[in-house]
């Protein structure tokens, strides 16, 4: 299946830092990426859908001043958590599909835990 | 946001029983797709599903598409210890502003004994 990595697979920031995480698709164009976040024993929460050159798209609640998002390739989007707090803190996956709409498979990247102190 | 409810929330079985699990939504899917995540990793797709009353099978996994389009169970058959991990459900539909969009269960934890 088709490949997609994150970086970094873990970071530790002091409150009231910037942290950038990395989503690349490797073997394939992600014209739709998808940020998630999911808390200890939680599902995963969708913030948000990036297509390749356009504004994310992010769902209720989830502010957009704070989670940064830029796809500005076709294999690669970023999300930024400005100011982190420690209420930040938690397990941030990427998917990437091939398709628009994001409705083809996603493919999930290994995720980032961030840990805010 | 929504998610799907999702039973058991978790499970303790001795290695070789059957194991099921199941999704249910009080919104119709186009799309039904059953992910396993291991600790700190992310969801890999087991199966997806794709019409309603469909039944596909990825050797030992089975899933069905519920004909009302607002459910799905997956099954695993004589279960071994790498069975482990938290299995979730997640439900995509094609049309509205969710379009492309994946709603999660809040998953099963399976927990196997040798």
């Known amino acids: 299946g088709a490949v997609v990595s994150q970086h970094p697979s873990r970071v530790i920031c002091k409150s009231g830092t910037s942290v950038k995480i990395e989503c690349r698709s490797l073997?394939?164009?992600?014209?739709?990426m998808f940020w998630y976040r999911q808390f200890p024993k939680q599902s995963l929460m969708l913030m948000a859908t990036?297509?390749?050159?356009?504004?994310?798209?992010?769902e209720q609640g989830v502010e957009k001043d704070k989670f940064l998002i830029n796809h500005a390739s076709l294999t690669l989007s970023t999300l930024t958590v400005t100011s982190a707090h420690p209420e930040d803190s938690s397990f941030y996956i990427c998917s990437a599909s091939p398709d628009v709409k994001g409705t083809d498979t996603q493919y999930f990247g290994p995720g980032t835990r961030l840990t805010v102190l | 946001g929504q998610q799907l409810n999702q039973n058991p929330q978790s499970m303790f079985i001795q290695e070789g029983e059957d194991v099921s699990m199941n999704c249910t939504s009080s919104?119709?899917?186009?799309?039904w797709l059953w992910y396993k995540q291991d600790p700190g990793e992310g969801p890999v797709l087991l199966i997806a599903?794709?019409?309603?009353?469909e039944l596909t099978s990825n050797g030992r996994l089975t899933a069905q598409f519920g004909i009302t389009r607002k459910d799905s169970f997956l099954n695993i058959s004589a279960s071994i210890p790498s069975d482990v991990g938290i299995y979730f459900c997640?439900?995509?539909?094609?049309?509205?502003?969710?379009?492309?969009?994946?709603?999660f269960g809040q998953g099963t934890i399976l927990t196997v004994h040798p």
């Open positions: 599903l794709y019409k309603a009353g």
């Open positions: 990036s297509n390749e050159g356009s504004k994310a798209t992010y």
């Open positions: 997640a439900g995509q539909r094609a049309g509205g502003t969710s379009y492309g969009k994946l709603t």
């Open positions: 919104s119709i899917f186009n799309t």
């Open positions: 073997d394939f164009q992600a014209t739709t």
